[in-house]
């Protein structure tokens, strides 16, 4: 439920910021969409890890993921470079039943990513975007239940996480734009359990 219910408000909000700005946006055959330029976007996160040598597949956790990109055309409405900046949530969820009762430990790990992303558009205003994406620690915190004692196993997230991205994008002739993404890891993040990072965002964001 709380996957659709952001997904219903990612768009909603993109939406009413277009209709809010829609006059004073230029005549769509004068905007050139993959104009040089800096933009700010933020959204959800929807994290978990593979399982690996975990004894259960974990659970998702719902966070937020905020920052910058800066889009350098390379053909002119067809192909861009886009590096970016942004602060991600990350981390999984233990949801479990014992002796009777519903249990949850939240495994919480909180990166400063920057990705670097082709874009090509498709369409005027959409676009297909992918590329590598390296993360650093931040810090991490364990809320682990009184009766999870796989948590307390478990060593401290690796630094470095280095992954792959890959997602769509639309944007408004304004500058507001709506997009979505997969992220992977190729490396683990916590030694010796095999699991990687796995995360699925849905964000809004405006290009100056």
Partial sequence: MKFFNAIYLTIALSYSASYCQQEKASDSSEVVITKLGIGVKAGFNFST???GNLKAAPDA???IYIGVHYEIPVIEDVIS???ELLYSQQGFEKRYISSGER???MYKVNYISV???ARYYVIRGFSLEAGPKLSYKLNQKFDRSETDNELLTLNDANDLDFGFVAGISFEF???FFINGRF???FSEIIERTEAKNTVTQFGVGYKF
């Fill in 49 to 51: 890890v593979s399982q």
């Fill in 183 to 185: 992220n992977r890891s």
């Fill in 61 to 63: 956790r719902t966070s």
């Fill in 103 to 105: 249990q949850k430990s």
């Fill in 81 to 83: 470079i886009q590096p």
């Fill in 173 to 175: 002739d304004n500058g």
């Fill in 115 to 117: 990705p670097i992303l």
